[in-house]
């Protein structure tokens, strides 16, 4: 069997021998990697290079096949299915994007082997390169498993550095180092940098002396701008360009929520810290050594919102609002103005990556996104008002929740390595650079 191209000469197949130009065509792919890795089979046509594939291969790997093209499902059907056996194909590259990736992508996959028939390639190259585009920055792992990749050496160096800053500055610093009982009638506000912050500015002027405002580091330029000061800033992220959402008038008495691994930049500044137990391996320890009563501030949202809400029920608010958290787009934009995307991306100046492709996605990427605020829902702690109830009121009973860090925190370097070899826990992507990321404690590195 052959399918031909109406009013063309274009054949998708030999006409001389369809079943050898398919032996052909798999031998030219290579073969998989035996360590949980795809084989995705882009441009089927009838399938003759798909078994032969699979034969040549000793070991059993999974395989999926799209047909970009849908209206070959109603040309095939059956015969296509004699052809590959029970092998899962999708038909139309739509609809392929509408599908679930569990649909397709076996648990625990760790990498993906694209192999594009040539004559998909030759024919549709625009649709090929559409098609070999969207996998070309995919990767199995979820975004928390990408993080911890990319940021766990990061993590290590900045937690000892910033332990060895607090050496030399320790009244800057404070620990959340335990929860209070909930204050029914206080309120915690955050304030996210979804581009409807910028509405809700009117808001925030009435109701500020009646709630306790933490804003993100993202809408911090923003509220600024605006002469809205918060009464604290909350930033997990330790990239280097954090920095750029804290602008040069930032308020030095504002102080910043964060953990001894975040960003450098907010540690070199002479604003106050507030710091939290994370469930990062480093800071489990130090919380069992120095602060065993302090409370473990967890976040399954993988969302900056969904840690002001830990923050919250561990200062005692009651209940919590949040303004500038939607995901809703107003023409594609992403944030609202004055954040440090907007400092970042310069048009004059080049970069490896432009901002500009992450604050105005598709919206395809966007829906996703959407998952987070229904996990937050499902998961909060606190109940969610609208709007601020008359008997709210604001007390500073909230600073009863931090304290200083006792005399023995953080320990030598020395200490660190020791319970390095003690504790097996320790994730190996931890315990392989502690021991030289340690000895910054000691002042010899």
């Known amino acids: 069997m052959n399918l031909k191209e109406e009013d063309s000469s274009f054949h998708l197949h030999s006409q001389q021998n369809p079943r050898k130009e398919g032996d052909r065509i798999a031998h030219s792919f290579p073969p998989p990697s035996p360590n949980q890795e795809l084989v995705l089979f882009i441009g089927i046509g009838c399938g003759y290079h798909i078994l032969p594939y699979v034969q040549s291969v000793s070991f059993s790997f999974p395989v999926f096949c799209l047909e970009p093209l849908p209206e ?61 585009e969207t996998f070309r920055n995919f990767s199995p792992q979820d975004e928390n498993r990408r993080a911890k990749t990319e940021f766990g050496r990061l993590w290590v160096h900045n937690y000892f550095r910033h332990a060895r800053m607090y050496q030399d500055r320790p009244d ?44 993100s580091d993202t809408s911090l330029g923003f509220l600024l701008s605006r002469k809205i000061f918060p009464d604290a800033v909350l930033s997990l992220d330790s990239g280097r360009g954090t920095g750029f959402h804290f602008p040069m008038d930032f308020p030095p008495e504002i102080p910043v929520v964060t953990w001894l691994g975040g960003s450098a930049r907010i540690f070199d500044l002479p604003n106050p810290k507030w710091l939290y137990f994370s469930t990062h391996p480093l800071d489990q320890f130090s919380r069992s050594a120095f602060f065993p009563s302090g409370p ?92 601020v109830p008359e008997e709210a009121e604001v007390s500073s009973e909230w600073k009863l929740a931090l304290s200083a860090a006792p005399p023995k925190f953080p320990g030598t370097g020395n200490f660190w390595r020791k319970a390095d070899a003690i504790l097996v826990e320790f994730p190996s992507e931890v315990r392989s650079i502690l021991e030289r990321q340690s000895r910054i404690l000691d002042g010899t590195v």
Request: glycine content about 8%; charged content about 30%.
């Open 172 to 215: 800057s610093y404070r620990w959340i180092s335990r929860k209070l009982p909930k204050r029914p009638k206080e309120i915690g506000c955050f304030a996210g940098a979804s581009p409807n912050l910028e509405t809700e500015e009117d808001w925030l002027r009435e109701h500020r002396s009646k709630i306790f405002l933490l804003s």
């Open 296 to 387: 473990l501030l967890e976040n399954p949202t993988l969302n900056l919102v969904g840690m002001a809400v830990s923050v919250f029920e561990a200062l005692g608010f009651g209940s919590c609002i949040w303004k500038g958290f939607d995901f809703r787009r107003e023409s594609g934009k992403t944030h609202c103005r004055g954040t440090g995307y907007e400092r970042y991306d310069r048009f004059f100046l080049e970069r490896k990556e432009s901002m500009f492709r992450r604050r105005y996605i598709s919206e395809k990427k966007w829906e996703r996104r959407k998952a987070v605020l229904e996990l937050w829902e499902e998961w909060s702690p606190l109940p969610f008002l609208s709007n």
């Open 72 to 132: 070959l499902e109603s040309l095939l059907g059956e015969r296509l299915r004699e052809e590959i056996g029970e092998i899962p194909v999708c038909f139309g590259w739509k609809n392929f994007l509408g599908l679930p990736q569990s649909d397709w992508l076996p648990q625990g996959t760790k990498s993906i082997k694209i192999c594009l028939h040539p004559a998909y390639a030759r024919k549709f190259p625009e649709l090929s390169r559409e098609i070999l």
